[in-house]
Each structure stands twice: as structure tokens, then as C-alpha cells.
């Protein structure tokens, strides 16, 4: 079945670091992709998302490009704030029979952002 | 804006027990979806329903039994709840549609001893 793969945390960084979070999946069709971002005590929220090959998806300065040639979508930040520590979860979504969007996802990658 | 609300937001059950998760959403979504989060496990989906009057098995549907009341209410109901149930619930909501948005509830923290 569909999954999504990213990378164990956590993810220690220093204030104004690069960052980057490895995301792949296995998906039959084409679905869309995601990026959600929960802050302690929170849900879930939509950070960016990407609906068809080579888009790139971006907000807050972080962005990822869905690669359908190396099924992968990697979050990238050029520069974190202590404020962007989260945990961060790549999902994925597509039609399961029925016109419903299920969302598959990762693990979470927590990330620690210290000044 | 209330987006999707969930209640209650903490709870304590002992094993046996049962209760009920309420969400609601006032966003006239048409699909909404029940899932559990667990360290290390990333977020599962126990239940989902696309449409008023339908539901679907998710992931790890067994201990559990769903409800679509209405277009805006989807509760989750533990009949004999298990310690094993421990877990981080969250109740979701997306139009339906390639590519659209899920948007998901504070969450309810529930502990069965």
C-alpha cells in the first residue's frame, strides 16, 4: 500500500542553520503531497503542499519540490528561528475508492531550533 | 472562524469503560476522519467517512466504532476501552477534491488505566 517515509529525529539545530528533513513515499496514481507542522500542544496545520510533479510548494520560508523521479519531498529552510521548533510530518493523499482525500503519514521529525 | 472542534480535550478512563470523541466542523466539508497519534508511530487513521452517511475502516479500526450524525458531526465511540487505547486523538476535515487541505482539531489526550 501507499506510505510515507521521512527521516528519524530529533533534529538538533542552531538558530539560523539550513535545514533540511527527508521525505520519500510509494504511491501508485499520482497523489498530492504535504507538509503539516504541529507545534507543542497543538494539531496538526498545513505548512505547504505540492498537487503534481515538479511543483514546489513553500510558506514561511520553508519549501519542498515534489520529485516524481526519485518519489521524494524534502523540506528545506535556509535559515531557522527557534520559533520554527515543531514536529514537522510529510503525508501524502489520493483517491481510495470513493471521492475522499485520506491522508498517509510519516513518523514526524521533531525539530529543535536552539539560540 | 472555529474550524474543527473536538471534546472533550482530556479524559481518564479506567480499562472497561466506555466514552465517546465529538468533533464538529463548520466548514461544509464533506469528508472527515478520526486519527491516533502514538510516539514514534506517526498519526494513524482509525476511521474515516466521505460523505454524510458513509464510513470507512482506516488503519486500526479494531476497539473502535464511528458515527457521521450529520454533515458537520463525526464522533468516535471506545465501547470497553483498553490501555492500548492511550493515544493522542484528533478528528480532521477536507472537501473532497485532489490536493485539498485537511484541517484538523486541538485534540483529546486520552489515558485508560
Known amino acids: 500500500g501507499d506510505s510515507v517515509t521521512q527521516m528519524e529525529g530529533p533534529v538538533t539545530l542552531s538558530e539560523e542553520a539550513f535545514l533540511t528533513i527527508n521525505c520519500t513515499y510509494t504511491?501508485?496514481?499520482?497523489?498530492?503531497l504535504f507538509w503539516y507542522v504541529q507545534y507543542p500542544g497543538e494539531g496538526l496545520q498545513l505548512l505547504l503542499k505540492a498537487t503534481k510533479a515538479d511543483d514546489k510548494g513553500s510558506n514561511k520560508g520553508f519549501e519542498a519540490t515534489y520529485r516524481k523521479e526519485t518519489t521524494s519531498f524534502h523540506l528545506e529552510k535556509g535559515s531557522v528561528q527557534v520559533s520554527d521548533s515543531a514536529v514537522y510530518f510529510c503525508?501524502?493523499?489520493?483517491?481510495?475508492?470513493?471521492?475522499?482525500?485520506?491522508?498517509?503519514f510519516g513518523t514526524g521529525t521533531l525539530l529543535a531550533v536552539q539560540p | 472562524n472555529a474550524g474543527v472542534t473536538q471534546t472533550p480535550k482530556f479524559q481518564v478512563l479506567k480499562t472497561g469503560q466506555s466514552m465517546t470523541l465529538q468533533c464538529a466542523q463548520d466548514m461544509n466539508h464533506n469528508s472527515m476522519y478520526w486519527y491516533r497519534q502514538d510516539p514514534g508511530m506517526g498519526l494513524r487513521l482509525i476511521y474515516y467517512?466521505?460523505?454524510?452517511?458513509?464510513?470507512d475502516k482506516g488503519e486500526v479500526p479494531n476497539g473502535y466504532n464511528v458515527s457521521r450524525l450529520n454533515k458537520r458531526e463525526f464522533s468516535l465511540r471506545l465501547e470497553s476501552a483498553a490501555p492500548s487505547q492511550t493515544s493522542v486523538y484528533f478528528c480532521?476535515?477536507?472537501?473532497?477534491?485532489?490536493?485539498?487541505?485537511?484541517?484538523f482539531g486541538q485534540g483529546t489526550r486520552l489515558t485508560v488505566v
Open positions: 503525508a501524502l493523499s489520493g483517491f481510495y475508492g470513493g471521492a475522499t482525500n485520506k491522508l498517509i
Open positions: 467517512s466521505a460523505s454524510e452517511g458513509t464510513t
Open positions: 480532521a476535515s477536507s472537501s473532497t477534491g485532489g490536493g485539498t487541505e485537511a484541517f
Open positions: 504511491a501508485t496514481g499520482y497523489p498530492s
